[in-house]
């Protein structure tokens, strides 16, 4: 170190404004005036550290002393010389505690500008690859590498443990053409808890943020993120490869989809330890097993996205990007989906575009300025569920979310999106009165760039061989499935919320007046070929006083199980896919609390545990059975054999594949035996009985065609061949041709 310690020489380059804008955490460019410098007077080390009591400057790769630095400010602003300039680190005494380390502001930027162009110009992968925290080594020194989109900051620092969450300490560089601010903090590591202090445009320091891009966060109620290990996630060992080649054909609409709706959180919790959820290890050793035992073909989850209230069940998530800490870490979340493929278990997630919680460390607001949400609270607010919407028109903001859903298939194998609350992003004035919305630039009331964004999803995913999106999708918006090409919105599915409404309204009505009620049952045939359909009993309709499934149903014990088997019948040969919700399999009467586990113990009735058998076998039978999946969207695969015996509240209907594979299936929607009831068939023969959920093995009273039915030739119902059956009270029976 030379002499040059004169306190005009150590503030050579430096003007007063300078300094205190510097210890003030104020300065434009602190990467101007901090780190190695050439000065007229040689070259100048500086550093901010608020707290230290004595800096040393070390040799970078010998750790031979370069001199000490002076004090020149009691907020910690520390100058001195060198002989040259050269690599070098520092040697800090907090008081007695040494530690020693690069210094963050002798490295140049990390992110090229050709990435963040990237960025800028909406390309999600760039989001993906750019934004967030993520360990690198710059400049032949490990660290983590630090990046946040924050365009109308005036200062954006990162703080955490690191620096005693001070946001003097590390105050980053800001990208100007992009509005992205980085930082490279060496001597970090996966791990490291932090969050983001962001200086509004008018100076107003606003509540730490969390990272909207972090891989990984505390565990809430904590609401840091958490630097992940991105190679471990990266670089995990799959060995998934035979699903992933297989599982296209596995998600078309041609294919056999039964899904298990899961809220993972409270599936099997543990009561000898305070009630806690399962993580993912205990989930993969008990919810896989059982998914696959029961025959469903994918697990869906309720929203796994880092969320701050547990009382959203996932639908408020602020970490898009981070399986949610609830559960473990993001590699042992990549090693369930793992598992689950091994499997051969598909994994859909449910994610949320939609909306966002305004929670402080969180989106709103997130630089002072309107970023992610509407400025205007007819655009940006949603009143039913006191939430901000994203602002679907800033490419950054649509870039963000459609590299969150492309990170969950790409980074975690994740087979399939559901998209949530759909609806309330097509339509500007949803759930919302006349004055309380902004029309669309032609006036209309259809939100032109939610659409715009849904068809940009919607490319991506294609681009992942085998990935699928649904949408929960409320209203009769035209083309939802169809494909991009024809102008539809290119999702692969759509949840049937007017069948699921029309049927268990049928079914919650006293059987002696169903028949006024008829067609309730009939009419989601006269749509069913107008979109790719999921048959939906989900936690919607076992939430909020609605009940469960089995508490809808009316009459007796036995009769309330006797409905739900025939309901469950008729919905799993009906055309669409199935998805039903935990709990629901095995009729459990308490509605769904997210606080406690689905009742298990009620396995041990007869009613419950043959609710749950049936389930299996309605699995088993419409996976291995061509015709009840093979033409679901194709009006070759349904006929009506019987659509208008109201009085006997009767419904039969034929499947097919097309390939010469059929099946009959009869639901008697009364608790009064049907003797003798002829019923007309597309073929003599003989048919089997594969299903009859009125077999004592389902707890039902075991009248039935004795497992085999011989066709005669007595017209019947516009059909040659017919046969006069039994129908069992309350209960749907399955006949296949053999």
């Known amino acids: 170190m030379n002499k040059r310690t004169d306190a005009r020489m150590l503030t050579e380059g430096l003007h007063p404004l300078d300094i205190d804008a510097l210890v003030d955490a104020r300065h434009p460019d602190p990467f101007s005036k901090l780190g190695l410098h050439q000065t007229d007077a040689g070259p100048v080390v500086r550093v901010l550290l608020p707290g230290a009591s004595g800096v040393q400057v070390l040799e970078r790769d010998s750790g031979k002393p370069l001199g000490t630095l002076t004090k020149i400010h009691p907020a910690g602003l520390f100058v001195g010389f060198i002989d040259e300039m050269q690599p070098y680190r520092l040697n800090i005494d907090w008081h007695g505690t040494p530690q020693e380390v690069a210094d963050t502001y002798s490295f140049g930027p990390v992110l090229s500008d050709e990435a963040l162009n990237r960025v800028s110009g909406g390309d999600p992968y760039a989001v993906m690859e750019c934004l967030g925290s993520r360990p690198v080594v710059h400049g032949g020194v490990a660290g983590v590498r630090f990046a946040v989109w924050a365009p109308n900051a005036r200062r954006v620092s990162v703080v955490g443990d690191f620096n005693s969450w001070d946001g003097r300490r590390h105050p980053m560089r800001l990208r100007h053409n992009v509005g992205v601010w980085e930082l490279f903090v060496p001597g970090l590591g996966a791990g490291t808890r932090y969050k983001y202090e962001i200086v509004s445009r008018d100076g107003h320091t606003l509540p730490l943020k969390a990272d909207p891009c972090a891989m990984q966060s505390e565990r809430p109620p904590a609401t840091a993120s958490v630097v992940a290990d991105v190679d471990a996630i990266d670089g995990y060992a799959w060995t998934d490869s035979e699903w992933m080649n297989t599982r296209g054909p596995r998600q078309t609409v041609n294919a056999p989809i039964s899904v298990y709706e899961v809220h993972a959180e409270s599936w099997l919790r543990v009561p000898e330890e305070g009630n806690r959820g399962m993580n993912w290890h205990e989930l993969a050793e008990r919810l896989i097993p059982y998914a696959k035992s029961m025959g469903f073909t994918h697990l869906e989850f309720m929203p796994i996205a880092e969320h701050p209230f547990g009382g959203s069940w996932g639908y408020q998530p602020l970490g898009q990007f981070a399986p949610s800490a609830r559960f473990g870490t993001p590699e042992q979340f990549a090693e369930f989906v793992n598992r689950a493929h091994e499997a051969e278990l598909g994994i859909i997630l449910d994610w949320v575009p939609a909306h966002f919680p305004n929670d ?123 494909s991009l090409e024809s102008g539809g919105l290119g999702f692969d599915f759509k949840w049937n919320m007017g069948w699921m409404h029309d049927t268990l309204h049928y079914m919650e009505e006293d059987p002696i007046n169903r028949k006024y009620h008829h067609n309730m049952f009939t009419f989601g045939m006269v749509y069913a070929y107008s979109e790719r359909f999921v048959l939906p009993l989900s936690h919607d309709e076992v939430v909020h006083g609605k009940g469960s499934l089995i508490g809808k149903m009316p009459g007796d014990h036995w009769q309330k199980f006797a409905n739900l088997r025939a309901y469950l019948g008729f919905m799993w040969t009906h055309p669409g896919k199935k998805l039903l919700f935990m709990g629901g399999e095995f009729g459990q009467f308490g509605e769904f609390n997210h606080d406690t586990s689905p009742h298990w113990h009620l396995l041990d009735d007869v009613f419950h545990g043959g609710l749950q058998r049936l389930v299996r076998d309605l699995n088993r039978v419409y996976g291995e059975e061509p015709a009840l999946h093979k033409l679901d969207s194709d009006p070759r695969g349904f006929d009506w054999l019987i659509g208008d015996d109201a009085g006997n509240s009767v419904f039969a209907f034929r499947r097919t594949d097309g390939e010469g594979r059929e099946c009959v299936v009869i639901s008697n929607m009364t608790p009064v035996p049907r003797v003798g009831y002829r019923i007309g068939l597309p073929r003599g023969g003989r048919w089997s009985e594969i299903v009859n959920s009125d077999a004592s093995i389902y707890g039902g009273s075991n009248m039935g065609n004795g497992g085999v039915i011989h066709a005669e030739n007595v017209f019947s119902h516009g059909w040659e061949w017919s046969a006069a059956l039994t129908l069992p009270p309350l209960a749907t029976i399955v006949l296949r041709a053999d």
């Open 360 to 482: 402080a460390h969180g989106l709103v607001e997130f630089d002072g300025t309107p970023l992610y949400e509407h400025a205007d609270p007819r655009e940006g607010y949603h009143q039913d569920w006191n939430t901000m919407i994203y602002n679907l028109g800033r490419n950054e903001v649509s870039a963000f979310l459609v590299a969150s859903g492309l990170a969950w298939l790409k980074r975690y194998h994740v087979d399939g999106l559901r998209v949530d609350a759909v609806a309330s992003m097509l339509y500007r004035d949803y759930s919302r009165k006349a004055g309380e919305w902004v029309p669309n630039r032609y006036g209309g009331r259809e939100n032109l760039e939610s659409i715009a964004f849904l068809k940009r999803l919607n490319h991506e995913v294609r681009q992942i061989p085998g990935a699928i999106t649904v949408a929960e999708e409320s209203t009769a918006w035209p083309g939802v499935t169809a």
